[in-house]
């Protein structure tokens, strides 16, 4: 039977592999160690979920409006005009099942066949998957170590051509864990103004900022915020991965399509979960700031393990929850007798031999990195990496 080619274009998703991997391996009894995690280790906090049995209580339980309730919309509002000063109005946000179908929805409303999106390497791996499913293309940009894993302008501009219709901005990013200084937000918005091109500001990780200031790329002109597509979500911040609900905050014209869009495919996003959004907006953020800190203590310790590790090193990340460590010490060597070709035999060999999962950086377009988690618990942090430096101080 046929498969669209479209659908045979688009790769798994390899950090859902790994992790499904070995969480297979611990359910067989294994004592593994994952630092594969893009979730989280934290519940989500009792009032949200007292919020959802209330909702489902009085009978919120029927369709939205597709895109969304008013109350959610109002409170995305309130939170931008609160935390960045940036006004928006409930008509331009669109409230869907997971930034991930955020991002999916964007791209369907802006993209037609064959116009390049600019996607910064190392990136989330979903980027280039969202940007072909809408039949756009993929083009990378890659951001050096040394510069902070940020884009340098040049590099940006280089890769603009007549076809290029937006740019994706991670910060804080999922692989790097850097957050962008604000010189580097200006420029881009510089070039995206220069170029008139969207800026598609993916933003869920704005509330785990470590070092550094939470900014979003709109505030950096009138210019910028009028052509930027914010995306943000529940899922980290609030620990509310299950749950489902993304946001973007788009011009007015934008977010009518996306939801209309939205309308023929998924209807709204959960009403209980959009319920229990509001409650977490507007209530207490007591427990965030107490998951914030633990993160931020997890990420120093994780960062010194590392780089006392031979063949590889990091920079200490100055936000989300993740390290993407170099690994080029011990690429081309050998691990008892085999060789260390790249990121996936290092995660394989890691995997069998030490009972260690991290996540290859080749799934981010860095072969020479691994990404590790660091939404687990200090004791696991410690465990894992006394594993990763017994198997380096094995490689020859
Ligand atoms: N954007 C980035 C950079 C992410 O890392 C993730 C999740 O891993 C998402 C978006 C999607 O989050 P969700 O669909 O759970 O809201």
């Known amino acids: 039977m046929q498969i669209s080619k479209k659908a045979l274009g688009i790769s798994p998703s390899l950090t859902l592999g790994i992790d499904a991997l070995s969480k297979e391996m611990k359910q067989a009894g294994k004592d593994v160690v994952g630092f594969g995690a893009g979730e989280p280790d934290f519940d989500t906090p009792a009032y949200i979920k007292e919020a959802a049995v209330a909702a489902i209580g009085e009978g919120k339980t029927k369709y939205t409006p597709a895109s969304g309730i008013l109350e959610l919309k109002q409170a995305v509002c309130d939170r931008y005009k609160n935390k960045f000063g940036l006004e928006y109005a409930p008509a331009q946000v669109v409230v869907s099942s997971g930034a991930k179908h955020s991002l999916f929805n964007t791209f369907a409303a802006i993209l037609n066949p064959g116009d390049e999106v600019i996607i910064i390497t190392p990136y989330w791996l979903t980027y280039p998957e969202l940007v072909k499913m809408a039949d756009g293309v993929p083009v990378f940009v890659e951001a050096r170590e040394e510069d902070g894993f940020a884009p340098c302008s040049a590099d940006i501009e280089a890769a603009v051509t007549k076809k290029t219709r937006a740019i994706i901005v991670n910060s804080p990013s999922n692989p790097c864990g850097c957050v962008y200084s604000e010189k580097c937000l200006r420029e881009i918005?510089?070039?995206?103004?220069?170029?008139?091109?969207?800026?598609?500001?993916?933003?869920?990780?704005?509330?785990?900022?470590?070092?550094?200031?939470?900014?979003?790329?709109?505030?950096?002109?009138?210019?910028?915020?009028?052509?930027?597509?914010?995306?943000?979500?529940?899922?980290?911040?609030?620990?509310m991965t299950g749950w489902r609900i993304g946001y973007t905050i788009a011009p007015a014209e934008v977010a009518k399509v996306m939801g209309s869009y939205q309308s023929h495919s998924?209807?709204?996003?959960?009403?209980?979960?959009?319920?229990?959004?509001?409650?977490?907006?507007?209530?207490?953020?007591?427990?965030?700031?107490?998951?914030?800190?633990?993160?931020?203590?997890?990420?120093?310790?994780?960062?010194?393990?590392?780089?006392?590790?031979?063949?590889?090193?990091?920079?200490?990340?100055?936000?989300?929850?993740?390290?993407?460590?170099?690994?080029?010490?011990?690429?081309?060597?050998?691990?008892?007798?085999?060789?260390?070709?790249?990121?996936?035999?290092f995660a394989e060999l890691l995997l069998e031999n030490e009972l260690t999962a991290v996540v290859p950086g080749i799934a981010f377009g860095a072969d020479d990195y691994i990404r590790l988690s660091y939404a687990t618990s200090e004791e696991n942090i410690k465990k894992g990496l006394a594993r990763i430096e017994k198997f380096c101080r094995e490689v020859e």
């Open 266 to 345: 998924t209807s709204n996003p959960c009403s209980i979960a959009q319920y229990a959004s509001v409650a977490a907006l507007t209530g207490p953020q007591e427990d965030k700031a107490r998951m914030v800190e633990v993160f931020a203590s997890r990420s120093r310790l994780m960062a010194g393990l590392i780089n006392a590790v031979p063949g590889m090193s990091c920079r200490e990340p100055e936000g989300a929850f993740y390290i993407f460590a170099s690994i080029r010490g011990l690429i081309g060597k050998k691990y008892r007798g085999e060789v260390i070709t790249g990121s996936v035999k």
């Open 189 to 239: 918005a510089r070039l995206a103004e220069k170029h008139d091109l969207y800026i598609v500001a993916d933003e869920i990780y704005d509330e785990l900022i470590y070092t550094g200031k939470a900014m979003s790329i709109a505030m950096m002109s009138d210019d910028a915020k009028a052509r930027t597509i914010i995306v943000n979500g529940m899922s980290k911040a609030y620990a």
